[in-house]
């Protein structure tokens, strides 16, 4: 079983940037796509990026596509998302999550505990 810890969420003022890490442990994510989902406080969760086992593919959110960028390294049992040109829309617990690779929460069994994004205008 893999263990998933995120971490890097804080405050940031609009326009800066963040880069989230996520953490895993037990046993090696090469075999799984791994992501990351937002949720926003009444909001349903959204998706942010995806990437394939290899790093060959990557996805992206229509809301933050050409701001983010998600890479991962199986050697090192990471995976990271750099956000840059925040927005407070973009202000939300941000999860990392291990399964299939898609868009889809429902495509993915193991996920972190969360970590906190807010960025003020």
């Known amino acids: 079983q893999v263990q998933l810890v995120e971490s890097g969420g804080k405050l940031v003022q609009e326009g800066g940037s963040l880069r989230l890490s996520c953490a895993a442990s037990g046993r090696t994510i090469s075999i799984y796509g791994m992501a990351w989902f937002r949720q926003a406080p009444g909001k349903e969760r959204e998706f942010v990026s995806a990437?394939?086992?290899?790093?060959?593919?990557?996805t992206y959110g229509d809301s933050v596509k050409g701001r983010f960028t998600i890479s991962r390294d199986n050697a090192k049992n990471m995976v990271w998302l750099q956000m840059n040109s925040l927005r407070p829309g973009d202000t939300a617990v941000y999860y990392c999550a291990a399964g299939a690779g898609t868009d889809s929460e429902y495509d993915y069994d193991l996920w972190g505990q969360g970590t906190q994004v807010t960025v003020s205008s």
């Open positions: 990437i394939s086992q290899s790093s060959a593919i990557t």
